[in-house]
C-alpha cells in the first residue's frame, strides 16, 4: 500500500485516545503483508513482530487521536463538550465534527453570535464551556441517538500543497504509523540480525501508557519512539522549532547517547539529514515511559517536524517521511549485539 | 446492612499512611465469611472469595481505607501546630474545622487572615489547646496526622452526609460486595488498598503483585446538581455511575460495557460518567504491568473533600445489585 | 575516595559517567558483586552474615542538578538549558565547567551600570541567560561546545567555618560518599548499594533498580534543604545543620513505613546518633520508587541539611554526614 494512500485512510479512520479500536483494525490490515506476525493486544496496542535472532528492538508511534467527548445534552439538543486529550479550544469555532452517537452524525460547533456579544467578550477567546454542537435535530430525536460519553471526531480533510507538503488531522501521530509502515516495507527487501517490533500505540495523548505497556510486555535491549515535533512558524519561543525538511533526533538526559550516536552513524552513512533538538528534561512523548520499563529501557526519540500541531490542518513534508522511513529501516539492519558493551562506558 | 456498615466504617480513623485501624475495622467485618485474607507490605488488605468456575477470572476489585489529614510538621513555641496537607485538602473546607488525631487529641484548624490572596495551609495552624510547645509535644508528635473528625448525620429519607465518605462508601460497598456474594462465577479479590489519596500507590503495588484479569476500582465521583454546579452531568439518587473516562483513565471499553450490561441485567439505572479531573484505584489497575483491562464504577458525591460529603444510599444499593452481577456475567 | 573527589567529579543527570566510572573503581575491592543495570545504575551487593535476616536495599543518587547546551547566538555566546530543578536566579555571575573536556564558561549577566530601574526589577529567565566561554564566533562555540553537551557547576570544595563544607553536588554527593562507606562493612542481612541515576529529573534510575533489586526494605540516602538562617519563621526551616542526619516521616513521594520510622528514631536515641525529624513534606526522592516498584517495599529516607541546595555552592556540617552513616550502619546492624 503506498504511503500517502495509507496516511490518508488511517488520517480520516476514528481512533481517539481510549477507543483506538477501528484504527488499530486499519493499521494491523496495512502491516500484515509485511511482518511474521501482526497482533492487536487487549489494550489496542498494534504489535507487529519481525523476527530475527539479535538484540530485540522495539519501535513505536502512537496510533490515538485527540478529541471531544459529549458531556452533556442540554435541553434544546445542542451538546456540551468535554476533551479527550488536547484540543485547543481556539480551533473549535465554526469546525464541522463526526458525533459517534447510534450512527455517525454530523455537527457544527456554535458558539454565541457577535452581534450578540459585548465588546469586552469578543476580544477575548471563546472557552469550551461556552460552546456548543449543533446537530440540527430536536432535542427528542438527539437523546435517542446520542448519549454522555459518545466520542467526537474532528474533521478529517487530506489537503495536498507545494512542494510535497501535506495537510491534515491525526499527522500527531499517524505520519510516524506510516513511517514504520514504510520502513516495515523496504525491511522486506534488507538483511537484519535484530528481532524487531514495530508497535502502533494506544493512549499516547492521555499519558503514554500504550507504549508503557509495550515496553513491559516486549522488554526490548533499545527503544526508538517516534512522534511530532514543532515546525518553525512566526512567533514560536527561541530553540522550539525546526524546519520541515527533515527529521529531529532529540539529545538530552532521556535519551540514551550511544543509541543515538549509533543512529546518527547510520544517518551520516547513507546521507540523511537529522537535525538536533535538545531536550533537558521530559520529551513529553511516548519515550520517556518506555524508557523506565522493568529494569530501564534504553530509548531514543526520532521526531517529524508538524506545523499547527493538535489542529486539523497539521502540515507536514511528505519526503521527510519518506527519508524517516528510510533511517529506521537502515537503523534496524545496523544494530548489533556488540552495542552492549558501548552502553555504560 | 449497607447503612450499618457505612456507618461503622465512617467512624474509622485512617489517614494515608496510617489505614491499619480502618483494615481491623474490615478484617472484623469480613472474618469468618471469606477464603482467605492478608496484609501485604503497603498495609493493603487483600481478600479474597473464589469462584465457581473452572475458568474463574481473577477481578480485582479496589476501594481505598484513607482519607484525607493533615500532618504535623512543626510547632510554635506558643504551642500551636504547622501542618501540611496529606493528599488534597481544600482551604475553604479546612476553615475553623474539628479535627482529631489517633490519640483522640482533638483540635481546631484555624485560618489566619493574611495580607493580600488568599489564605495557604502555611497559613493555618491547629490549636490543641496547649499552653506551649512543650505541652503541645507532650499531647502530639511531629508527623502525626489528623483528619475531619468524624459526623455522621442523615439529610431527608436518603442521603447521608460525613467526612471521609471518599473512600469509605466504597469499602462499604466491597465489604457487602464480599459478604452476600455467594457462588459466583468468577474469583472476587478485593483490595481495600492504602494511600490513594496520595498517589494511588497502594493499588499499584497491589495490582503489580497479584496480576489480576480484570480490575474495576471503587470512588466516589463529583456532583452536577446544585445551583451553579451543572457539570459533571450527574445527579445524586439516579443511580451509581459507570466512568467512561476521567484525568488518569479512559475505561477499557470492553470493562465499561460489561458494567452496563450488568447493570441492566440487574434492572439498575446508571449514570454515565466523563470527569475532567481526578483519579482512582482503577487507573493503577488498568496500567500495571503490561496493562490489565480495567474500569471504575463510582457512588455520585456532593462536597467532596469536604467534612459534609453527601451520598444517596439509593445509589450505594444500586451499585451494589451492579456488582453482585458483574462478577457472574464476565 | 573522599568528599572533595566525589563533588569535584561532574555529573548532571543523564550524563553520570564520570561519577560511575569513579564508583566503580571504588565499589569494585569493597563488594562481593558490582553490576551496572540498564537504567545505568551502579549496583554492589554485599553478602550478609547471617541468612535469616532480610536483605535490605540502600540508595543514593550519581547525579546532580546541571545544564545542556541548547543552542548559541552568531556572537558566539552558548544558550543553556537547566537539567533538574536550578532557580535561574541562583545563577547569575558564576562559572561552569562544560563537556568531557572542562571547558569553563561564565554566566554573566549586563553590567549593572547599564541597567534602568526597570532592567534591575524583571527576573533574569533561563531565555535571558547565556554561558560566555570567550568563542569568536558561533563556528567556534559550536565546534567547541557541541549541542547537547552537558555542563556543571565549578565551585571549589572548601571546608570552612566551624565543621562546615561548601561544595556543589552536595545533594547527592554525600549519600553516595556513605554509601561507599558501607561498603567497607559487612552486615547480617545482604546488603544492596544501589548509586542510581537521574533522581533530579523524576526518580527514574530509582525506578529500574526498584524493579530488580530482590530486597524488601528500602533506605535512601539524601541531601534536604535547610533554610535555617536569615530570620526564617521556624515553621519554613524543615532541617537544621548541625543537629545531625534528618528522618523523614513523610514527603511528597513517599510515606515512611511507621514501624520502621519509630524503630529507627529508637535506634538513634539508644545509640546516641545526632538526628532530628525533617520539619516539612517538600520534596521528593528516589524512596518514593523503592516503595511502590517491584511488588512494593517498606521504606525510609535519611537526610543531610544541606542550606542552598541546587545551586553551585551548597553547604553542609561534616558531623551531619557522618551521622547519616552511623545511623544507617546501626539500623543494618539491628536487623
Excluded at chain 1, 452581534?115 to 456548543?132: F, I, P, V
Excluded at chain 2, 449497607?2 to 480502618?22: C, F, N, Q
Excluded at chain 3, 559487612?186 to 530482590?214: K, M, N, W
Aim: hydrophobic share 40%; glycine share 10%.
Amino acid at each position: 500500500m503506498h504511503i500517502e494512500e495509507f496516511l490518508r485512510g488511517a488520517t480520516a479512520t476514528p481512533g481517539l485516545t481510549g477507543s483506538e479500536m477501528a484504527v488499530a483494525e486499519y493499521v494491523a490490515a496495512a502491516f500484515r503483508p509485511y511482518a511474521d506476525e501482526v497482533k492487536i493486544d487487549r489494550l489496542n496496542n498494534v504489535v507487529a513482530h519481525i523476527k530475527g535472532d539479535g538484540p530485540k528492538v522495539m519501535f513505536c508511534a502512537h496510533l490515538d487521536e485527540i478529541g471531544l467527548m459529549v458531556v452533556k445534552i442540554e435541553d434544546d439538543g445542542s451538546l456540551r463538550m468535554g476533551n479527550v486529550g488536547g484540543v485547543d479550544p481556539r480551533i473549535l469555532p465554526g469546525m464541522r465534527l463526526t458525533v459517534y452517537g447510534r450512527e455517525p452524525l454530523l455537527g457544527i460547533v456554535g458558539a454565541k453570535a457577535p452581534h450578540l456579544q459585548t465588546e469586552e467578550e469578543s476580544q477575548k477567546n471563546y472557552k469550551r464551556e461556552d460552546l456548543h454542537i449543533d446537530l440540527g435535530l430536536p432535542v427528542e430525536r438527539v437523546r435517542e441517538l446520542v448519549q454522555v460519553g459518545d466520542l467526537v471526531m474532528l474533521e478529517a480533510r487530506f489537503t495536498k500543497l507545494q512542494n510535497g507538503h501535506v495537510a491534515t488531522k491525526t499527522a500527531d501521530d499517524r505520519a510516524c504509523v506510516a513511517m514504520l509502515l514504510k520502513a516495515m516495507q523496504l525491511l522486506q527487501g534488507m538483511r537484519h540480525k535484530a528481532d524487531l517490533y514495530f508497535v502502533a500505540t494506544c493512549q499516547e495523548e492521555i499519558g503514554s501508557y500504550g507504549a508503557a505497556m509495550s515496553g513491559f510486555n516486549i522488554e526490548p535491549d533499545y527503544a526508538v519512539a517516534l512522534d511530532v515535533c514543532h515546525g518553525t512558524t512566526p512567533g514560536a519561543p527561541p530553540l522550539s522549532t525546526h524546519k520541515l525538511g527533515a527529521l529531529v533526533a532529540s539529545m538530552g538526559p532521556f535519551i540514551h547517547p550511544v543509541v543515538r550516536a549509533k543512529l546518527m552513524d547510520v544517518a551520516k552513512a547513507h546521507n540523511i539529514e537529522v537535525q538536533t533538538a535538545v531536550v533537558p528534561g521530559r520529551t513529553s512523548t511516548d519515550a520517556d515511559d518506555i524508557n523506565i520499563q522493568r529494569g530501564g529501557i534504553p530509548t531514543i526519540l526520532l521526531e517529524l517536524p508538524l506545523k499547527y500541531m493538535h489542529t486539523t490542518v497539521e502540515m507536514l513534508d511528505m519526503h521527510t517521511l519518506e527519508e524517516g522511513a528510510r533511517l529506521l529501516s537502515h537503523f534496524a539492519a545496523a544494530v548489533d549485539a556488540s552495542w552492549e558493551e558501548e552502553l555504560w562506558t | 446492612m449497607l447503612r450499618d456498615t457505612l456507618k461503622t466504617l465512617l467512624s474509622a480513623w485512617g489517614p494515608s499512611g496510617g489505614e491499619h485501624g480502618v483494615a481491623d475495622t474490615i478484617k472484623e467485618l469480613l472474618g469468618g465469611h471469606v477464603d482467605s485474607m492478608r496484609t501485604d507490605v503497603m498495609g493493603n488488605l487483600i481478600v479474597e472469595k473464589y469462584g465457581t468456575d473452572d475458568n474463574a477470572k481473577r477481578i480485582m476489585i479496589s476501594a481505598h481505607m484513607d482519607q484525607i489529614g493533615l500532618v504535623v510538621t512543626s510547632v510554635e513555641k506558643e504551642g500551636y501546630l504547622r501542618v501540611h496537607n496529606v493528599g488534597g485538602i481544600g482551604m475553604k473546607a479546612s476553615e475553623y474545622r474539628r479535627v482529631v488525631f489517633e490519640n483522640g487529641v482533638e483540635g481546631v484548624l484555624v485560618s489566619q487572615p493574611v495580607q493580600q490572596g488568599e489564605a495557604k495551609l502555611k497559613d493555618m495552624f491547629i490549636d490543641i489547646g496547649a499552653q506551649d510547645r512543650e505541652e503541645a509535644l507532650s499531647m502530639v508528635q511531629l508527623g502525626d496526622v489528623a483528619v475531619y473528625a468524624p459526623e455522621i448525620f442523615s439529610l431527608g429519607k436518603h442521603r447521608v452526609s460525613a467526612p471521609g465518605m471518599d473512600d469509605r462508601c466504597a469499602c462499604a460497598l466491597l465489604v457487602e460486595l464480599l459478604l452476600y456474594a455467594e457462588d459466583q462465577k468468577n474469583t472476587i479479590v478485593g483490595v481495600f488498598s492504602t494511600q490513594e489519596e496520595v498517589g494511588l500507590r497502594g493499588a499499584k503495588v497491589a495490582a503489580y503483585a497479584l496480576e489480576p484479569d480484570l480490575g474495576i476500582g471503587l470512588d466516589v465521583t463529583a456532583w452536577g446538581d446544585t445551583p451553579e454546579t451543572k457539570l459533571p452531568d450527574i445527579k445524586l439518587g439516579a443511580g451509581p455511575a459507570v466512568k467512561i473516562m476521567d484525568s488518569s483513565m479512559i475505561a477499557t471499553p470492553m470493562v465499561r460495557d460489561a458494567l452496563f450490561d450488568a447493570a441492566e441485567a440487574a434492572g439498575v439505572a446508571v449514570q454515565r460518567e466523563v470527569l475532567p479531573f481526578g483519579g482512582t484505584d482503577g487507573a493503577a489497575i488498568q496500567h500495571a504491568r503490561g496493562g490489565i483491562p480495567s474500569g471504575t464504577l463510582s457512588i455520585p458525591c456532593r462536597y467532596v473533600h469536604s467534612a459534609c460529603e453527601t451520598i444517596d444510599m439509593r445509589d450505594m444499593e444500586g451499585a451494589l445489585k451492579v456488582l453482585l452481577q458483574f462478577v457472574n456475567i464476565v | 575516595m573522599d568528599l572533595k573527589q566525589l563533588t569535584d567529579l561532574h555529573g548532571p543527570s543523564g550524563n553520570e559517567r564520570a561519577v560511575r566510572r569513579a564508583i566503580v573503581e571504588a565499589a569494585k575491592p569493597l563488594a562481593d558483586e558490582v553490576k551496572i543495570d540498564r537504567s545505568g545504575n551502579v549496583i554492589c551487593l554485599k553478602k550478609g552474615t547471617n541468612p535469616d535476616k532480610p536483605a535490605v536495599m540502600v540508595a543514593a543518587h550519581m547525579d546532580e542538578v546541571g545544564f545542556i547546551i541548547a543552542g548559541y547566538t552568531e556572537e558566539g555566546l552558548l544558550r543553556f538549558r537547566p537539567v533538574g530543578g536550578i532557580d535561574p536566579r541562583v545563577i547569575v555571575s558564576k562559572w561552569v565547567a562544560i563537556g568531557d573536556d572542562n571547558i569553563p564558561g561564565v554566566i554573566g549577566a549586563l553590567a549593572i551600570h547599564l541597567q534602568s530601574a526597570d532592567d534591575r526589577k524583571r527576573v533574569l529567565k533561563y531565555n535571558d541567560l547565556y554561558i560566555d566561554i570567550g568563542a569568536k564566533d558561533q563556528k567556534e562555540a559550536e565546534k567547541l561546545c557541541p549541542l547537547g553537551t552537558y555542563a556543571a557547576f565549578d565551585t571549589p570544595y572548601a571546608e570552612f567555618g566551624d565543621g562546615f563544607v561548601c561544595a556543589k553536588a552536595l545533594d547527592d554527593r554525600v549519600g553516595c560518599y556513605n554509601l561507599l562507606r558501607l561498603l567497607e562493612d559487612r552486615y547480617p542481612g545482604d546488603l544492596y548499594c544501589c548509586f542510581v541515576t537521574q533522581e533530579e529529573i523524576g526518580l527514574r534510575g530509582s525506578q529500574g533498580a526498584a524493579y530488580h533489586v530482590p530486597a524488601g526494605i528500602g533506605i535512601a540516602l539524601e541531601g534536604t534543604a535547610a533554610g535555617d538562617l536569615g530570620d526564617v519563621k521556624e515553621q519554613f526551616h524543615i532541617t537544621r545543620p548541625g543537629q545531625g542526619v534528618a528522618v523523614s516521616f513523610m514527603d511528597r513521594a513517599s510515606i515512611a513505613d511507621r514501624e520502621l520510622y519509630r524503630q529507627v528514631l529508637a535506634l538513634a536515641e539508644g545509640a546516641g546518633i545526632r538526628h532530628q525529624i525533617k520539619q516539612g513534606v517538600t520534596g521528593g526522592n528516589d524512596a518514593g520508587s523503592l516503595q511502590v516498584g517491584g511488588g512494593g517495599r517498606k521504606t525510609i529516607v535519611f537526610s543531610v541539611p544541606c542550606r542552598y541546595i541546587h545551586s553551585g555552592a551548597s553547604v553542609a556540617k561534616l558531623s551531619d554526614i557522618d551521622d547519616q552513616l552511623a545511623l544507617t550502619r546501626e539500623y543494618l546492624n539491628n536487623l
